[in-house]
């Protein structure tokens, strides 16, 4: 990636190119960016080598799909509902230490697997059980999604817990860390906007639609609680259905994941990508 300047007359001109390997060939693009060097030049130096190379990760993201179906396809039933059982356990533990819960993996295990509870806080017990079981019918049914689905999940994983507020949209202002997130009166109507945002865009490939929609709905973080563990579900629900493998953020790396929702669309997406090709290389 380069900044080049070229002059015609007496007036300069800026614009960013970018070289890569296509086959046999070297392509090389350009794109304008003004009279001047913009003070968010690295921005754009990172949204231009997005661009430039989003053709080549949706053929990556094409090949993980073809080889995931074709190694889900080779499993027997009975097979398949162990793995689905273990992705239950690993995404589960995961999800919830993000936001705090003191189960640990092995924890997790017994307790989705045995139905042996560890002397833990009541509370990380129930959400333990609950994500799972959501999380398992999710795989199991496939419903349309919406807000009342969305509310549905909301409120089974919080109902035994946080009664107050399972299956609620927020009714008051909420702020995480320096960011303050939409008013409360426009909850609805964004959600409906995301609902709407993925109903026009079923055509996107499916990671890109997955990062996007969990993206948009952490912006707007429309319940009091529990919207990382909501909106982690719904990125993998759009993966899921679309017969991608799924992408489990792990406990350990969420300080990278926390700093990439605090940038654009655009970054996370470029972050979630990186980390959807990590995850699923054995496909390509």
Same mark, same amino acid.
């Given at each position: 990636?380069?900044?080049?300047?070229?002059?015609?007359?007496?007036?300069?001109?800026?614009?960013?190119?970018?070289?890569?390997?296509?086959?046999?060939?070297?392509?090389?693009?350009?794109?304008?960016?003004?009279?001047?060097?913009?003070?968010?030049?690295?921005?754009?130096?990172?949204?231009?080598?997005?661009?430039?190379?989003?053709?080549?990760?949706?053929?990556?993201?094409?090949?993980?799909?073809?080889?995931?179906?074709?190694?889900?396809?080779?499993?027997?039933?009975?097979?398949?509902?162990?793995?689905?059982?273990?992705?239950?356990?690993?995404?589960?533990?995961?999800?919830?230490?993000?936001?705090?819960?003191?189960?640990?993996?092995?924890?997790?295990?017994?307790?989705?697997?045995?139905?042996?509870?560890?002397?833990?806080? #009541?509370?990380?017990?129930?959400?333990?059980?609950?994500?799972?079981? #959501?999380?398992?019918?999710?795989?199991?049914?496939?419903?349309?999604?919406?807000?009342?689905?969305?509310?549905?999940?909301?409120?089974?994983?919080?109902?035994?817990?946080?009664?107050?507020?399972?299956?609620?949209?927020?009714?008051?202002?909420?702020?995480?860390?320096?960011?303050?997130?939409?008013?409360?009166?426009?909850?609805?109507?964004?959600?409906?906007?995301? #609902?709407?945002?993925?109903?026009?865009?079923?055509?996107?490939?499916?990671?890109?639609?997955?990062?996007?929609?969990?993206?948009?709905?952490?912006? #707007?973080?429309?319940?009091?609680?529990?919207?990382?563990?909501?909106?982690?579900?719904?990125?993998?629900?759009?993966?899921?259905?679309?017969?991608?493998?799924?992408?489990?953020?792990?406990?350990?790396?969420?300080?990278?994941?926390?700093?990439?929702?605090?940038?654009?669309?655009?970054?996370?997406?470029?972050?979630?990508?990186?980390?959807?090709?990590?995850?699923?290389?054995?496909?390509?």
């Amino acid at each position: 990636m380069r900044l080049i300047k070229r002059k015609k007359g007496n007036k300069e001109y800026y614009y960013l190119q970018h070289s890569f390997r296509k086959k046999e060939k070297v392509v090389t693009r350009e794109k304008y960016i003004g009279k001047i060097v913009p003070e968010n030049i690295e921005d754009m130096k990172n949204l231009f080598f997005s661009e430039c190379n989003k053709i080549s990760l949706l053929k990556l993201f094409k090949k993980i799909k073809i080889g995931f179906r074709k190694e889900w396809k080779r499993y027997p039933n009975s097979i398949k509902d162990k793995v689905k059982e273990q992705i239950a356990i690993a995404f589960t533990y995961n999800t919830n230490a993000i936001e705090g819960s003191t189960i640990t993996l092995e924890e997790t295990r017994e307790l989705i697997e045995h139905k042996i509870a560890p002397n833990k806080p #009541i509370r990380d017990i129930k959400e333990t059980e609950s994500h799972a079981r #959501i999380f398992l019918e999710m795989l199991k049914k496939k419903e349309i999604l919406n807000l009342q689905l969305i509310l549905k999940w909301h409120n089974e994983l919080f109902k035994d817990t946080k009664s107050d507020i399972s299956g609620k949209f927020r009714d008051y202002h909420v702020r995480v860390g320096n960011y303050i997130a939409i008013d409360w009166q426009d909850v609805n109507k964004s959600m409906k906007d995301i #609902i709407n945002f993925y109903n026009k865009n079923k055509k996107m490939n499916a990671v890109e639609l997955a990062a996007k929609v969990h993206y948009k709905f952490e912006k #707007i973080h429309p319940f009091g609680d529990g919207n990382g563990r909501v909106g982690r579900l719904l990125m993998n629900y759009i993966l899921w259905n679309n017969n991608y493998p799924m992408l489990i953020i792990e406990y350990k790396n969420r300080k990278s994941y926390y700093k990439a929702l605090q940038r654009d669309e655009n970054h996370f997406f470029s972050y979630f990508a990186r980390r959807y090709l990590k995850t699923h290389k054995k496909y390509i």
